[in-house]
């Protein structure tokens, strides 16, 4: 924008010059920004909704006022800070559990020499990524079914008694974890193994030339090389932490453990689709928005603080 | 990487190889083991369902379960209906991401900064669901296919992937048509497109499974049955009658554990397609997670 205005000082016709040489360019983008403006920005005023007392009959505009009201009625409400809470921890855990094991998982398949097991490895390895949420939770149902379920057969026959992984709270955790890990995992090898062709073939060498071995190669050599990567991940993730997807949540759990499975995405879904209660609905999704914004732009500083490539 | 290549194979068969194709090994059969398990319910008899002998194999191999569903014309019509948004979302989505791409690629655009910071202004603020869904409906979209494609047609992540690619390509090639007079509609179909087909095929695929995939917009915004997507239909298949067994199995057990192969007769058809295109794909979207982690 600056630098139009630069231009501008310049000459006005030479500006107009520049623009009408790309009009095609213009023409193209003119649907694009139509989009954006539709369905992302005008959507964006509706976050006044928060502020007001919203009727259906009267609209954005005829609403009545009431400041800071439904943001007080939702902070006083236990149900909005466990929904926070158990947002937190499933990222949390997802993210304890998944950001290390993808990394052990690339460093493995980047070990491994023979081409074709490695392809076939990582065909199978990326699949899941492409099924559907319902299809995830639905195999889960079925496999982590407390009567007959797959799971509990095999354990059953090693001695195992049954587990309620699907109704008790902490084995409900467990269960969604693991379908997130299983669903994620090969899918978060590709950026890593793509970070570890470009290391420098010269640097193994020199280790190897000096006897190091394989393990220390890993920690010297490997590591450091992906350590960008790895911390640009790891603050993308981080920086998640209070969004969480519907699907996972919604479509795996049930009454038993409502206590651990209403997350920020089902409450708010709950609340303004089933329940119509629009303001505080759209309350809870701008807190969550300006949490969201703040963990980025921290975490974007923590970045450039600690000599790494920022995010934004 | 040739040279550590042999540096690395003279080594002998060590028990940290041993253990680290032993570990994949079990990782990718953990990976795999859920589809075989569809699989082999979706198969099996209703008396080895029953007595939960099924694990690995089908047993009592039948169709039964295949017949019932493909014989239910819900299960057609939310195959059509998903067909149709798929397609249609696909084809919007990368119209739409191409011009985005394409235009904002262009260094010497006037104006290029402030139309990308509005697309990506738009992956850390929204206006939420209930905003953004008074504004479809107050478009007359409710009810309607074109809400499961229009409102979200544009994903900024391949908008990043697509415009990453356009920059790496040599900027003499549109020099040479500028100067035989093409303009920029002609250059970007003439020129671009062609070199662009692996980052094409990436970038839809990624449409056509989201829209594939796709349930939470349906549930939002679809409320006849007859326009029911796959996902949604699977849903309500899957999960539905859950909820009535969880209190009482007095209806007699064997209809439930017919639904249970049937269940997964209905996973299995519908995860199909993905299946079917996948390998052919594969190659290529590899490329694109990789050009979408350069930063924007």
Known sequence: ?312 | MAKTKTLRKKKKVTLGTVLLYGFLTVLVFICLYPFLNVLAYSLSGYNAVLSGKVTFFPIDFNLGAYKEILGKSQMWIAMEVTVIVTLLGTLLGLVLTIFAAYGLSRQTLPGRKMLSGIILFTMYFSGGIIPTFLVVKGLGMYDSLTALYIPQAINVFNFIVMRTFFRQLPESLEEAARIDGATDMGILVKIILPLSIPIIATIGLFYAVQYWNGYFDALLYIQSPDKYTLQLRLRSLLFADELNNAGANAEGVGTQVMTQSLKMACVAVSTLPILVVYPWLQKYFVKGVMLGSVKG
């Open chain 1, 1 to 312: 924008m600056a630098r139009q205005v630069g231009v501008k000082k310049k000459s006005v016709r030479e500006n107009w010059k520049i623009v009408w040489r790309h009009r095609w360019i213009y023409l193209m983008l003119v649907p694009v920004v139509a989009y954006y403006i539709v369905f992302k920005y005008v959507p964006m005023y509706g976050i006044v909704m928060a502020f007001q007392d919203y009727n259906v009959f009267q609209g954005v505009f005829g609403s009545e006022w009431v400041g800071f009201e439904v943001f007080d009625r939702i902070f006083h409400n236990s149900n909005f800070w466990s929904a926070v809470k158990n947002t937190l921890i499933l990222n949390m855990l997802t993210l304890v559990v998944n950001f290390p094991l993808t990394i052990i998982v690339s460093l493995m398949l980047n070990e491994i020499m023979g081409m074709k097991f490695k392809k076939v490895a990582q065909s199978i390895l990326y699949l899941p990524h492409f099924v559907s949420w319902v299809v995830v939770a639905g195999i889960a149902t079925n496999m982590f079914a407390q009567r007959d379920g797959t799971i509990n057969l095999m354990l059953s026959a090693v001695g195992i008694d049954n587990i309620p992984f699907l109704s008790s709270n902490a084995w409900w955790t467990f269960t969604y974890v693991l379908c997130n890990v299983w669903k994620e995992i090969g899918w978060g090898t590709i950026i890593y193994l793509a970070a570890l062709t470009s290391v420098d073939e010269s640097l193994y060498e020199a280790a190897y030339l000096d006897g190091a071995t394989k393990f220390q190669r890993l920690i010297y050599v490997t590591l450091p090389s992906i350590k960008s990567v790895v911390v640009t991940m790891l603050i993308l993730q981080v920086s998640k932490m209070m969004t969480i997807g519907l699907d996972a949540p919604l479509l795996l759990g049930n009454d038993k453990v409502s206590g651990v499975s209403e997350v920020i995405s089902t409450y708010v879904y709950r609340l303004g689709i089933e329940n119509a209660k629009y303001s505080d609905s759209t309350a809870i999704g701008l807190f969550q928005s300006v949490i969201n914004i703040i963990i980025l732009v921290a975490a974007d500083r923590f970045a450039k603080a600690i000599g790494e490539e920022g995010i934004i």
